[in-house]
């Protein structure tokens, strides 16, 4: 719950930043560079501090793996909240993020107990319900952008678990480091083919120094539910993270959330006592 939180904020932040900075490609790539290297930073100096080994063997690829959909699925999402309403494209990006685990998790860890199951359909319930608010994306293509960062979303939560064999702030960091790389590859691509400049105000660097500290606070918790638990329910739990973009988008933008967003919300409330029962 506490990477839900984390990541709710994070990713009204990413969106509020390439806003800001335009709501082009070039800008989203840019957002999540600059806050990939303040995360990386810091975890790396983290990992110097508490003498982590040198990571080796399959979870270091499937770290590095993480990273690479953690790039290109952040940047889709962040264009996607910065062209349209925030609240469908979160919705919808969560519920592919929460659905995708949960199988791999059914293979990986068992099939989950009648609650948990319960549980879990509510949640996606309460997600698919917040997703059908009245408020709906205004810009084309901003709808496949929602969906090409929920199934990158669900797979980068597959790839952490299978490297956190490494720990809890090695994999993150190896992950950064290849979204880092990912999403600069990216972005010379992108902008051979525009001729304007993106810059960045004084508020988008404090929209981006915001995503840094939540979305990585939130990658951190996930990591570590994954240690302590099932890739399904941390997955899941964490998928909840629209009602707070939701929230945090009615409070500074005025996007009231309609009569079925807020069913969603209450349906989540339920599917969390479900899960954790």
Known sequence: MAAALSWG?????????????????????????????????ALALICWLTHAPYPHGMPLLWGLIAGMLAGVSVAAFYQALSRGSMGPSAAVSALLAAVLPAAVSALLD??????????????????WTIAAGE???DAPGTMRLAVLSGAGFGL?????RLANPLGVF??????RAASLVTCTT?????????????????TTWRWIASVAVLDTIG?????????????????VLGSLYPAGT???????????????????????????GLIAF
């Open 9 to 41: 904020g994070g990713d009204f932040s990413g969106g509020m930043g390439s806003k800001s900075a335009g709501g082009t490609t070039s800008a989203a790539l840019l957002i999540v560079i600059a806050s990939n290297a303040l995360s990386l930073v």
């Open 110 to 127: 068992g099939a989950p107990h009648l609650l948990q199951l319960v549980g879990f359909l509510i949640a996606c319930g309460a997600i």
């Open 186 to 202: 990216l972005w010379i691509a992108v902008r051979r083919g525009q001729s304007h400049t993106t810059r960045f105000s004084s």
């Open 246 to 272: 939701i929230l945090l988008a009615a409070w500074r933008l005025h996007e009231r959330p309609s009569r079925r967003q807020k069913i969603g919300m209450g349906l989540a409330v339920l599917a969390v």
């Open 135 to 137: 408020n709906t994306p």
């Open 219 to 235: 990658n951190l918790c996930l990591i570590w539910s994954t240690r302590l638990g099932r890739l399904d329910v941390a997955a």
């Open 156 to 160: 980068y939560f597959t790839a952490l």
């Open 170 to 175: 090695e994999p993150l960091a190896l992950a």
